[in-house]
């Protein structure tokens, strides 16, 4: 026994130490592979792919999040994708709408039904107690597959026959128990309509995954946003109880500590760039989900700043990074004869900040309003500066 004690503690002594990555080594391997650092030359499938999907509660959202990490972005290019159904807008990871290839689409769906399950649940469960939501979910299924309609109205077909229920309660059975897309004109640039679901079987022609991976999807997680943790792969998807699969992936993977000494994983050939390495000006949208993706978000956004980011009632607003860390808010203003393009920072910025922020946001209002007569940029500083 004492031999063996023996043994393993000479190992423990010879083995290498457990690197630590601190935040601005984790922010420069978000940014790599978030195609952030660079704008890339990719088809747009292949980028949405790379970031397992873009969050898309705001219609515009998505194409903000490729302009700025494509070159020479053109919009027809994600609507004509959404058009061929090559894209889908859907609720996935933590129930909320994603933007999505079809592929991934019929590959995640089934994995996060859990996460739908438990939304539903915690929403409505006192409500449906009593409620064959089985049968309610078929009768759902039809009505979408023979037309695609608002979740009101089918809310409202639905209640002719389960009269004790409302009908955001039956509408939502359906929205977190049948795998819905979005279908256009919601989502296409420059175009206008309410929100018309179908069953993504019925649009797409093609039965969901039997076998999603979730050895896989972690890996794709780890692609577009690691080094992370078991929890931030948790709270990106919703998913929980991950420990076994992340047992299994271990020979596959690298481990590193951060600076709190949480355990890190990641893939063995991922980017994981030099800490110093120089990041420029981006505008990011709505909900993107760089913010969203992580328990602890240090590695993209001050806690300091996180209220004037995430508001009380649920929405993420436009931010910009500077050297890599959200610094503000953006926002366009669409007048008359002009369109604005306001900037808040949260602190003071040096005038080469100002230029190069003002250069980046030139991009965006030619690629947002290139029909306005005229584009202006302002600043709105905080408080005291």
Known sequence: MKRVEKVRIKEEQTSEPVKVLGKRALNRALLARQMLLSRVQLPVLKVIEKLVGMQAQAPNAPYFGLWSRMEAFRHEELSQLLRDRQVVRMALMRSTLHLVSTHDALQLRPWVQSVMDRSLN????KQLKGIDTDALSTAGRAWVDKEPMTLSELGRRLCEQWPQLNPETAASVIRNRVP?????PRGIWGESGQAVHTSVEAWLGR?????????????????????ATMKDIQVWSGVSRLNESIDSLRPELVTFRDELGAELFDLPDAPRPDAETPSVPRFLGEFDNMLLSYADR??????????RVFTANGIVRPTI????????TWKLTRERYRTVLCIEPFRKLSEQDRDALSYEGKGLLQFAASDAPS?????????GD
């Not at 584009?375 to 408080?383: A, L, M, N, Q």
């Open 122 to 125: 915690g929403a409505f469960g």
């Open 180 to 184: 819905l897309v979005q279908v256009p």
């Open 207 to 227: 039965p969901l995954s039997a076998n999603a991976e979730t050895e896989w999807i972690i890996k794709r997680y780890l692609e577009a946003f690691g080094p």
């Open 298 to 307: 240090s590695r993209i956004i001050d806690e300091m700043y996180r209220k």
């Open 321 to 328: 990074l500077l050297d890599g860390f959200v610094t503000g």
């Open 375 to 383: 584009h202006d940029i302002c600043f709105h500083w905080p408080e």
